[in-house]
Structures are given as C-alpha cells and as structure tokens.
C-alpha cells in the first residue's frame, strides 16, 4: 500500500539551530511531493513541493527539501530556525491525477529559546 | 484573493444530532476537497469534486457523511446523525487544477461529538 511516514512525531529545536524533519514515502515510482505546515489557529500552508527535475528544492520561510530516490526520502530542512517556525508540519503525497493527497502523521516542532 | 473559508470554526453537538459543514473554496478554483483529521490520527482525504461532480468519495467513512457542492461553487458536508468517531477537524481545500497543483486549505472546523 502507498503510504508516507513521519518517524518523528514530536522535535524540539533552539531558536538558531538548524531542523530538519524526515519524510520516507512507499511508492512503485515517485509520486509528487509536498510540504505543508500548520500553525496554531491557522489552515495548512504550502512549504515546497517536488514533481521532477532538481532534487533540491527551494520553498518558502527559508525552508529547503531534498528527494532521495535511493532512500524513499524527501526531508524538509532549514539552516537557522525562528521562533516563528513553531507549528506541525506535515509531508504529504500524491500519485493520484485528481490530486488526493496522502498525509504523514504530522511533527511538531516546539523552538526554544 | 481571499482565501479558503470554512464555517463554522468550531461545532459541538450531541451523538446523533445532525451538522453541516461548509466550505467556501477560491473564487475560479474548480476542484474542491475534504479532509478530516481525528486526534492523534493523520489527516485523511474523504471527497473531491470537480465543480459540481463528485470525482472520488472513496474517502467517505459511511452513508452518515453526505457532501455537496450545488452550482459548483462552496460545498457543505453533512453528518447525520453523528457519532463519537466523528470527532475531529473537517479541512476544505480548493485547487485551479487537479493532480500536482497546489492545493490551498481552509483552517479547519473543529467538531466536537459528546
């Protein structure tokens, strides 16, 4: 069955250190490949997505992901965090073309100062 | 723009009570879904419908769940009558394409079943 895994239910990070959140997803071929984050009060935002090409891609709030094809892997990364990146992210997937999307169960990130 | 809209943010209702849900997508964005997350679950698609159709209600839990989307422009989700397990938070979504496009969420009603 196609499915996207987040090892990592809960992370806490200081304010300035680097993140970064891993997403495994289970597919025949490479589905496409979002990042969406939640903030409290707030609906899911889109952080980057990946269909093709470079592995690297480049999102919003300084935020960064790359595709492993060899790992199954698409982790979201950002050099220095804010306090403001406290929220639940979210990996997601589809291999659908109507465009239902998969979730992973969603990491919580908590940023200390 | 205005984003996508969801009313109302919160419901608490009594198993068996009936509440409908509704969902005001982007203006011009012909595909509309529903997701839902109960607590401590991941967020699981229940509908998408491509203006007024239903394109896939694979994710629909049961006959309690009804969706529509009269005209093709907000939808409304119904439950009746609901149950415990229905507990949880209704996402609306709306995108211009279907497949890879980028699908923008409403933030969410919170339904509470005692």
């Known amino acids: 069955a196609q499915s996207v895994t987040q090892p990592d239910i809960h992370i806490t990070v200081s304010e300035g250190a680097s993140l970064e959140l891993r997403c495994n997803y289970s597919?025949?071929?490479?589905?496409?490949l979002f990042w969406y984050v939640q903030s409290p009060g707030q609906g899911l935002q889109l952080l980057l997505k990946?269909?093709?090409?470079?592995?690297l891609v480049q999102g919003i709030k300084g935020f960064e992901a790359e595709f492993k094809r060899s790992q199954s892997s698409f982790n979201l990364r950002k050099p220095s965090v804010h306090w403001s990146d406290a929220a639940e992210y979210f990996c997601a997937s589809n291999r659908d073309s109507w465009g239902k999307l998969q979730f992973g169960a969603g990491t919580q990130v908590v940023v200390t100062p | 723009e205005a984003g996508v809209t969801q009313f109302p943010s919160h419901s608490v209702i009594e198993k068996g009570q009936t509440v409908t849900l509704r969902c005001d997508p982007i203006s011009g964005h012909d595909n509309l879904y529903w997701y839902r997350r109960v607590m401590g679950k991941e967020i699981k698609f229940l509908l998408h419908?491509?203006?007024?159709?239903?394109?896939?209600e694979s994710g629909m839990p049961n006959n309690r769940f009804l969706a529509e989307r009269t005209g093709g422009t907000y939808s409304t989700l119904k439950v009746q009558p609901a149950e415990l397990e229905d507990s949880g938070v209704y996402f609306c979504?709306?995108?211009?394409?279907?497949?890879?496009?980028?699908?923008?969420f409403g933030p969410g009603t919170r339904l509470t079943v005692l």
């Open positions: 979504a709306s995108s211009r394409e279907g497949g890879g496009d980028t699908q923008y």
């Open positions: 419908f491509v203006k007024e159709s239903k394109q896939d």
């Open positions: 597919y025949g071929a490479t589905p496409y």
């Open positions: 990946y269909f093709s090409g470079d592995t």
